[in-house]
Each structure stands twice: as structure tokens, then as C-alpha cells.
Nanobody, 113 residues
């Protein structure tokens, strides 16, 4: 079955950086796009970034120029490098394969001084 395990979250000061990882299994990872979403407390889940199976990337306007999505098909892992973090980036971050209606447990990112 599909499994998605996110990691790498934590507490960071404004302006800092974090790198999230998502280990995927149960499907042919290299054949599908992968996305990162986030959900802040009391808000709807929103799409942050997507990478196609071929490596084409797209970002929400709010993170363009600060976040970078990448993938390692040999490791079945998708990454989200987050730089210049802001308090409004605080949320639980989830990875997802758009092909499947399955969510992992997410990883908490808190940006605060």
C-alpha cells in the first residue's frame, strides 16, 4: 500500500532554513508527480509546490524564490528546501502523490523567535 513518511520539521527562527524529506513506498515513485502541501492551524490545506516525474517544478506565489522542491528517484524521496522562513510559514507540511488519495502524518514546521 502507499506509504508517505515526512520528516525534517522543527522550530526555526525567522530567516532560517529547514529541509523536509518525504520517503515514499508502495507505488512506482519515478513515474508520478509529487507535491508538498501545508496546513496552518485553523486554515485550509494549501498546495506549496509540485515536481513532475520529469523534474518540472511549480510553486505557490507565497513561497516562490524561497522554497525548492526536488526529488531523488533512486531513494524514492522528495525534498522541500525552505529558506528565508517567515512566521506565516508555520504549518504542518505534508507530501502527496497526486495520483493517490493518501496523506502521510505530516511534519510540523514552526517559525518563531
Amino acid at each position: 500500500q502507499v506509504q508517505l513518511v515526512e520528516s525534517g520539521g522543527g522550530l526555526v527562527q525567522p530567516g532560517g532554513s529547514l529541509r523536509l524529506s518525504c520517503a515514499a513506498s508502495g507505488f512506482t515513485f519515478s513515474s508520478y508527480a509529487m507535491s508538498w502541501y501545508r496546513q496552518a492551524l485553523g486554515k485550509q490545506r494549501e498546495l506549496v509546490a509540485t515536481i513532475s516525474f520529469g523534474g518540472t517544478t511549480n510553486y505557490a506565489d507565497s513561497v516562490k524564490g524561497r522554497f525548492t522542491i526536488s526529488r531523488d528517484n533512486a531513494k524514492n524521496t522528495v525534498y522541500l528546501q525552505m529558506n528565508q522562513l517567515k512566521p506565516e510559514d508555520t504549518a504542518v507540511y505534508y507530501c502527496k502523490c497526486p495520483r493517490y488519495n493518501f496523506w502521510g502524518q505530516g511534519t510540523q514546521v514552526t517559525v518563531s523567535s
